[in-house]
């Protein structure tokens, strides 16, 4: 399945069982990890991508995943540091990763989007303005995961 926009995008991950949009989502966020480079999110992506976690495991990486998220949003401070932007960002995606899910609820385009948000804060704070191919991306880590 060929994926080009992301109507077919968001449809295909609705599809997904929540488990398996916790480990499409850890991919999603694997790519722009190194933006945070925070233990707590590795732990998270760790946790999201394992078959099987417990619902146990999963609050307490949420829990570890939301405390780095708000720590990070709390360094970002009064001038906009677009760096430290991109890493809260890392870290809301992470904590779509492993939250509760609910009803009606895409985790996978939550950390998706969270994913795309600090790709670009990362590419304004390099100077490179706000075009990047993180979607395309995603469309192709998803393809892959479908065809695994």
């Not at 939550?110 to 075009?131: C, E, I, K």
Request: aromatic residues 6%; glycine residues 6%; contains cysteine.
């Amino acid at each position: 399945m060929a994926i080009s926009n992301d109507k077919e995008f968001k449809s295909a991950l609705a599809g997904l069982s929540p488990a398996q949009q916790r480990q499409v989502a850890a991919r999603f966020v694997q790519a722009v990890f190194p933006l945070s480079g925070d233990a707590r999110i590795k732990a998270a992506l760790e946790a999201a991508g394992r078959v099987g976690i417990s619902d146990a495991e999963l609050a307490l990486a949420a829990q570890a995943a939301n405390t780095a998220r708000v720590e990070s949003f709390t360094q970002c401070g009064k001038e906009t540091d677009w760096t430290a932007q991109a890493g809260h960002f890392v870290a809301k995606a992470a904590v779509a990763c492993v939250r509760p899910a609910e009803a009606g609820s895409n985790l996978a385009w939550d950390a998706a989007m969270q994913s795309r948000l600090a790709r670009t804060f990362q590419t304004v704070a390099d100077g490179a303005g706000t075009d990047n191919r993180e979607a395309e991306a995603q469309y192709r880590t998803l393809e892959a995961f479908l065809n695994s």
